[in-house]
């Protein structure tokens, strides 16, 4: 079993930057593909950026792609998201998920609290 705790979350202006970080417990997180979603009021949870088991590989949501970077530290089963030139249309919970499936395609199997992230105009 994997559980994750995000931190890192907060308010920021337009064309600011904040840092998630999300922690992970179990044997089974670094042979988890990792994942970040977010879900803003009144929308359902879409997909943000993912890293392959070996950090080798990443994706990401074309709204965010040249402004986030994901990123993954095994020796401390953690991974992070670093947000750029943040928008007010970024303001969402931000969820950080594991997949262990090893797929072609995306598949949550574990899910952290989230953390939410306010971008002000």
């Known amino acids: 079993q994997v559980q994750l705790v995000e931190s890192g979350g907060g308010s920021v202006q337009a064309g600011g930057s904040l840092r998630l970080s999300c922690a992970g417990s179990?044997?089974?997180?670094?042979?988890?593909?990792m994942g970040w979603f977010r879900q803003a009021p009144g929308k359902e949870r879409e997909f943000v950026a993912a890293?392959?088991?070996?950090?080798?590989?990443?994706h990401y949501a074309d709204s965010v792609k040249g402004r986030f970077i994901i990123s993954r530290d095994d020796a401390k089963n953690t991974v992070s998201l670093q947000m750029g030139s943040l928008r007010p249309e970024d303001t969402a919970v931000y969820y950080c998920?594991?997949?262990?499936?090893?797929?072609?395609?995306?598949?949550?199997?574990?899910w952290g609290q989230g953390t939410q992230v306010i971008v002000s105009s």
């Open positions: 998920a594991a997949d262990l499936r090893g797929g072609n395609s995306w598949y949550t199997d574990y």
């Open positions: 179990g044997r089974t997180f670094r042979v988890a593909a």
């Open positions: 890293i392959s088991v070996n950090g080798d590989t990443t």
